[in-house]
């Protein structure tokens, strides 16, 4: 069965500080994504990563992979208020099969 | 921006009553999932459906469930006799192909008195 796990589950931090949230796997996987839920709404795709080494960055967030270590990374530089939502990562087995989903991480930019 | 939309977008319902759940996926999209999120908790995958056909099915979707594309746009879910475990945000999403990212909706709100 696939697992995978996020932390922290919840993040509270000041704006203008950097963090990081991290995502591990259980299995060999095809993709990884990261979506965006603000409360109450749908899942908003942020990015795709799609073999080993994979960096993609947009805005204040960057997302990495390492396949070997099963591990994916979203970084925040300079956090902003606007960034204040929970974050989840999933992974697919195959393509087009399935989405399994982390516990997402809660985070919370404080001014 | 084409976006997958998704009726109605809150539901109450007693127990024991039918449900459906309506979503258009995106025009070309040929691959159509649907998800459950309990209130607090993770996203949970209930059913993916490909060319007519169930392509895969989570043990909660069990034989209460089921999914139908009735015409060329819509892609339903029904949940038979509804549970109060059923009350969730149910998420349609649609794909152009098995290589591409699922583009989620915006949910549905189901409550189950």
């Known amino acids: 069965e696939l697992k995978v796990e996020q932390n922290p589950l919840f993040l509270s931090m000041q704006e203008g500080k950097n963090y990081t949230i991290y995502c591990n796997y259980s299995t060999t996987s095809d993709r990884l994504y990261w979506y965006r839920q603000d409360p109450g709404k749908s899942l908003e795709s942020l990015f795709v990563?799609?073999?080993?080494?994979a960096v993609k960055q947009e805005g204040r967030l960057m997302a990495s992979l390492d396949t070997k270590a099963r591990l994916s990374t979203l970084h925040i530089t300079a956090a902003v208020h606007d960034l204040s939502a929970t974050y989840f990562c999933a992974v697919d087995r195959t393509s087009g099969s399935r989405l399994t989903f982390g516990e997402g991480t809660q985070l919370t930019v404080n001014p | 921006e084409p976006e997958v939309t998704q009726t109605p977008s809150h539901q109450v319902t007693q127990m024991g009553q039918e449900v459906i759940l309506r979503c258009v996926p995106i025009s070309n999209h040929l691959y159509f999932y649907w998800y459950r999120q309990i209130l607090g908790q993770k996203v949970e995958f209930l059913v993916s459906f490909y060319n007519n056909e169930i392509s895969e099915k989570s043990e909660i979707f069990d034989d209460q469930f089921s999914v139908e594309r009735p015409d060329g746009s819509n892609f339903t879910l029904k949940i038979r006799s509804t549970k109060l475990e059923d009350s969730a945000m149910y998420f349609c999403?649609?794909?152009?192909?098995?290589?591409?990212?699922?583009?989620f909706g915006p949910g549905t709100r189901l409550l189950v008195l």
């Open positions: 990563l799609l073999s080993n080494g």
């Open positions: 999403a649609s794909s152009g192909s098995r290589a591409e990212t699922q583009y």
